[in-house]
C-alpha cells in the first residue's frame, strides 16, 4: 500500500495527522499450516516507553492469526506456508539480503485452490499493506486463475531482516532479489504478475529483469510511473518552499514512515488505525462492518511489527512518491505486455501511463475505474474483476474472455 504526503493536507493538518492520514493501507476458508518454524519477531529489548503506554505487542503468530480471521470471510480453501527462499542468492555475500545473519528468510504466501490448468495470478501488495488487503478479490479471482499471494520480504508475516541498504539499486534488488528466490522455491513459470502501488513498482522492476517469466503484467495505481523532474510539479515545487514542505522533506529524507507514529502511539495506535480504515475505505463501496473491523485488526499488526522492508521509502521515491528511478525512463525496455488499472479518483496520475506507452514496443492498455480510489479492488471490486479478466482474456476460456467490461469501466 502506498502512501503520500499529501501536499492537498499537509498545511493544514499536524503531522502525526498527515502521516496517519495518508498511509497507503459463508464459511470459514481452511487453512493449511507450514511445518516451517519461525521465531517470533516480537519485541524484547526494554522500552523507554512508560508501560501503560507501551504499543500491544505484535508478532508473526499474531499477523497470521489476524490474517487467518481475515480471511475467514473468504470463501475459497486456500493453503498457507512461509516459503524459505534462503540466506541469499547463491554464492552472495551482500550485506542488503543477509543482513546480520545468515539465517533462511520465509516469504508468507497464500495459495487459493483452482480448476486444473487454470492459468497463475500472482497478487503483490503495495507499501504499508500485505496480502490480505486483496480479501475482496481472492472467491472471484479463484474462478479463474490459480491465485497465490504473497507479502514481501520485510512486510506482513514474512521476514523481517534488518534493512541495510543505502542506495536505489540495493534496495530495489532486496525485493526483486527475494521475489526471484521465492519465485525458484515455489517452481513458478509463467505466470500473470500483478502489483498494486509501490508493488506495480517492484513487479515492473522484477519484469524488466526476468521478463521470461512473465506472461504478462497488470499494475494497479502503480508507484514510480514518473520522477519529480519528469512530472515537473509546480505544485510541489512551491510546497516544498513552505515551512510545512520543509519539515515533512527533511522527516522524509530521514526515514520517518508512519509505522513509526502508529507505534509511538502505544495503546491508542489500534485507534488511530481503526480511524483510518473507517475514513479511506468509505468510498465507493465500502467496506461492511465485521470487513473494516478484521482489515483494521490486520493491519494495525502488521504496522506496528518490526521496522524492515518500510524503510525503503527514501531510497525508492522523494517526497510527493515520486520515483527516484522512474519506470518511464524504462519504458522502451518493457518486454511484457502490460495492463494499467487506475480508480477514477486514484492519486497516481493515469497519465504517467500514457507516456510511458508512447516508448513501449509490447501491446499496452490502460483502464480506469469508476466509483474507486487508489485501492480500486476495494473500493470497487466488480469494475477492478472484470478490468483483470479483460487483461488476461489470452489466457482464458471464450466464455470469460469475452467477459464485457461495464459500470462505465473505460479505455484511455
Not at 507450514?34 to 521465531?39: G, L, M, Q
Not at 517470533?40 to 516507553?49: A, F, H, M, V
Not at 485507534?271 to 467496506?287: I, M, P
Not at 501491446?363 to 466488480?382: M, S, T, W, Y
Request: charged letters at 20%; hydrophobic letters at 40%.
Amino acid at each position: 500500500m502506498s502512501y503520500r504526503l499529501g501536499l492537498r493536507r499537509a498545511e493544514s493538518s499536524s503531522l502525526a495527522k498527515a502521516m496517519a492520514q495518508e498511509l497507503n493501507s459463508s464459511a470459514p476458508a481452511t487453512a493449511t499450516e507450514t511445518a516451517a518454524t519461525v521465531t517470533s519477531t516480537s519485541r524484547t529489548k526494554k522500552s523507554l516507553w512508560p508501560s501503560a503506554i507501551r504499543w500491544i505487542p505484535t508478532s508473526t503468530d499474531h499477523i497470521i492469526s489476524a490474517e487467518k480471521r481475515l480471511l475467514s470471510l473468504v470463501k475459497t480453501p486456500y493453503t498457507q506456508e512461509l516459503v524459505d527462499i534462503g540466506s541469499g542468492p547463491p554464492g552472495s555475500k551482500v550485506r542488503w539480503f543477509r543482513s546480520a545473519s545468515n539465517e533462511s528468510r520465509f516469504i508468507n504466501t497464500i495459495t487459493f485452490d483452482s480448476k486444473q490448468d487454470s492459468p497463475t495470478l500472482v497478487m503483490v501488495h503495495g507499501y504499508a499493506a500485505s496480502q490480505g488487503f486483496f480479501f475482496k478479490n481472492f472467491d472471484t479471482l479463484a474462478k479463474h486463475f490459480r491465485v497465490i499471494a504473497i507479502d514481501q520480504l520485510g512486510w506482513g508475516a514474512s521476514s523481517r531482516p534488518d534493512f541495510t541498504c543505502t542506495s536505489t539499486e540495493e534496495t530495489e534488488a532486496w525485493f526483486i532479489d527475494s521475489f526471484e528466490e521465492w519465485r525458484k522455491a515455489k517452481n513458478l513459470s509463467n505466470f500473470v504478475l500483478l502489483g498494486h502501488s509501490f508493488g506495480g513498482y517492484i513487479a515492473s522492476k522484477y519484469a524488466l529483469k526476468h521478463p521470461e517469466h512473465v506472461q504478462h503484467l497488470i499494475l494497479v495505481g502503480p508507484a514510480g510511473v514518473t520522477s519529480e523532474i519528469e512530472q515537473k510539479s509546480e505544485r510541489l515545487t512551491k510546497f516544498q518552499a513552505t515551512w510545512t514542505g520543509a519539515i515533512l522533506n527533511h522527516l522524509w529524507e530521514s526515514n520517518f514512515t508512519p509505522m513509526k507514529v502508529v507505534r509511538g502511539l502505544g495503546p491508542f495506535g489500534p485507534d488511530l488505525v481503526r480511524k483510518y480504515t473507517s475514513a479511506r475505505f468509505g468510498e465507493g463501496e465500502g467496506l461492511a462492518e465485521q470487513e473494516s473491523a478484521l482489515l483494521t485488526d490486520y493491519l494495525y499488526h502488521t504496522l506496528v511489527a518490526k521496522a524492515s522492508g518500510e524503510l525503503c521509502l527514501k531510497y525508492i521515491f522523494s517526497l510527493g512518491a515520486f520515483a527516484r528511478s522512474s519506470l518511464l525512463q524504462r519504458s522502451s525496455e518493457w518486454k511484457v505486455p502490460t495492463t494499467f488499472i487506475y480508480g477514477f479518483q486514484d492519486w497516481m496520475d493515469y497519465k504517467g501511463a500514457e507516456a510511458a506507452r508512447k516508448n513501449m514496443n509490447v501491446p499496452c492498455e490502460i483502464i480506469r475505474v469508476p466509483q474507486a480510489g487508489h485501492f480500486v479492488f476495494l473500493d470497487n471490486a466488480k469494475g477492478f474483476h472484470s478490468s483483470v479478466l479483460h487483461a488476461c482474456r489470452r489466457f482464458l476460456s471464450p466464455g470469460v474472455a469475452n467477459y464485457p467490461l461495464g459500470g462505465g469501466v473505460i479505455f484511455v
